[in-house]
């Protein structure tokens, strides 16, 4: 029974990929909510991120320096720290906070919607709830990710030199010409294309979260506990997998 | 007394109504839970038809099935001359402009301002964007429904009976031809209760709609009916005027009219 279950869910869970992903390309395209969902995006998770980033930058900085120090290995830790932060911290940060804060938003309000009928008021009234609330949701979230985990990325090494400056005085010129020199573009593009999975991840599991959600406040509940775990997981799948493949072009 | 028992439905009022929508045989389970057993009806032009019921009888399940929000297991419906489970999703679409659905909880859009909710329809299904244009149709709706100062306020604002006129003057705005109620007076005090039965009226007087009304209110069925389906144990047991219906000795329908 329990791996009937699973499998009926897994079935939905496929059908409602395979509709998002087709009627992302029908039309009528929901330009404005798509914005105003990208604003929502950035909005909600700008600084929440940006703290983050930030200690994660210093207290990095600061764990390295030692081992670094012992091997004297000081000059290698823009490059460490950098890397490391542009290939995975980045990301990963970006990735937990937004399933957290922007997984559990979407499920519980779609769930709400839900359960309050105004899904079903929107079908009934023949407006496409499907394309304005789950498609419009999931391309913001694909869209914004990326960015946001630039905006990580620059704010966590910037704690970064002001960790090492607060220790060595070091200019801010150096500090940054090692960054450039020892992150290259396949760091980059990978790192952005692994956050815009990230985002559809997100949004793709808090839509079919709180799009099916059950009834009452328990389903709510339910929806948005259920999008932030499942969110979690498939980031760390996609890291693993993304991985994996861009190693293939090292 | 002219009560029907059904399987001899349907009793035509008046053999020269048109008819709006008609549903024969239609059932329904979830799971192991029969909720429709076998239901018959039709609904004619500009009447008003309440579905009487004890909660938890599958009259809001039906309603879902008219609309193609549920998919019943067999039967038929047909509404304004095309079978709703035979469609596209484009042509259902395009019936269900024609059919206006007030839910029993409102269910405003929480996000949106009373002049956002009404606008939402116009601006998505008629491609209307012309602010005056929008404004104009707002008001004159929410006129019709006496609440033309909540234009600006949000659902949370608003008392329930409120509510459900705001819900109720977003379906009218885009001039349905049938109109379905679920449980319209549903958690209203007795005086709100009466007005929306009086708006019920009103519009269809001044739409021309038909209508049918989900009800376990014996004074909103009273108030509101031309003819009334009694939905018993799943099935749509009597037919009637609600003075025809009040004297019944169904067991199962009595009490609605004596308690």
């Known amino acids: 029974m329990e791996l009937r279950n699973f499998l009926i869910r897994a079935a939905d869970i496929y059908r409602f990929l395979v509709r998002v992903l087709k009627e992302f390309f029908l039309p009528p395209y929901e330009w404005k909510e798509i914005l105003r969902q990208c604003y ?125 400056n607060f220790i060595n005085k070091t200019s801010f010129q150096l500090y940054f010409y090692e960054v450039s020199i020892n992150v290259t573009y396949l760091d980059v593009f990978s790192s952005l294309v692994k956050s815009a999975f990230f985002g559809f991840a997100i949004g793709l599991v808090g839509s079919y979260a709180g799009y099916h959600s059950g009834k009452g406040t328990t389903g709510v509940g339910k929806a948005a506990n259920s999008a932030v775990v499942i969110s979690m997981i498939l980031i760390f799948v996609i890291d693993l997998i993304s991985l994996q493949f861009t190693n293939l072009f090292r | 007394m002219k009560i029907a028992a059904f399987p001899s439905y349907p009793i035509r009022r008046d053999d020269s109504a048109e008819v709006m929508a008609s549903i024969r045989n239609l059932k329904k389970s979830f799971g192991d839970r029969e909720v429709l057993k076998g239901v018959n009806l039709d609904l004619y032009k500009t009447e008003n038809l309440v579905i009487l019921g004890r909660s938890g009888t599958g009259k809001s399940v039906l309603i879902k ?71 104009k149709m707002v008001i004159t709706a929410l006129e019709d429904v006496g609440l033309a100062h909540t234009i600006n306020q949000m659902p949370a604002e608003l008392s329930g009976g409120m509510r459900k006129r705001v819900g109720i003057a977003r379906t009218l705005i885009l001039r349905p031809k049938i109109m379905l109620y679920d449980e319209p007076t549903s958690g209203l005090d007795p005086i709100t209760a009466i007005e929306i039965n009086e708006l019920i009226l009103s519009m269809r007087e001044k739409y021309k709609m038909s209508s049918i009304i989900i009800t376990h209110d014996i004074s909103s069925a009273k108030h509101t009916s031309d003819r009334i389906v009694a939905l018993i144990d799943g099935q749509s047991r009597l037919e009637g005027t609600f003075e025809e219906l009040k004297h019944t000795k169904d067991p199962d329908l009595e009490p609605f009219f004596n308690y």
């Open chain 2, 65 to 135: 099935c008219i609309v193609g929000l549920i998919n019943p297991d067999s039967g038929t419906i047909n509404v304004l001359g095309r079978e709703v489970f035979s469609l596209n999703p484009k042509e259902l679409n395009d019936l269900r402009l024609q059919i206006g659905f007030s839910f029993q909880g409102s269910a405003l859009y929480d996000s949106m301002t009373v002049r956002e909710n009404l606008e939402f329809p116009l601006r998505r299904n008629l491609g209307i964007h012309d602010r005056d244009e929008l404004h």
């Open chain 1, 40 to 164: 929502q995006v950035g909005n909600k998770s700008l600084f929440l991120i940006g703290f983050t980033a930030f200690i994660a930058g210093v207290v990095f900085t600061r764990q390295s320096r030692p081992s670094l120090a012992s091997f004297g290995a000081e000059s290698w830790l823009p490059s460490l720290v950098s890397q490391a932060v542009v290939r995975s911290l980045g990301p990963l940060i970006t990735g937990l906070i937004c399933a957290g804060k922007l997984g559990s938003n979407i499920g519980a309000e779609l769930g709400s919607m839900q359960v309050s009928e105004q899904i079903d008021a929107m079908e009934v009234s023949g407006t496409r709830p499907f394309s304005y609330l789950v498609v419009s949701r999931v391309t913001a979230t694909t869209l914004m990710l990326p960015l946001l985990v630039v905006f990580a990325d620059v704010i966590a090494l910037l704690g970064s030199f002001l960790m090492v």
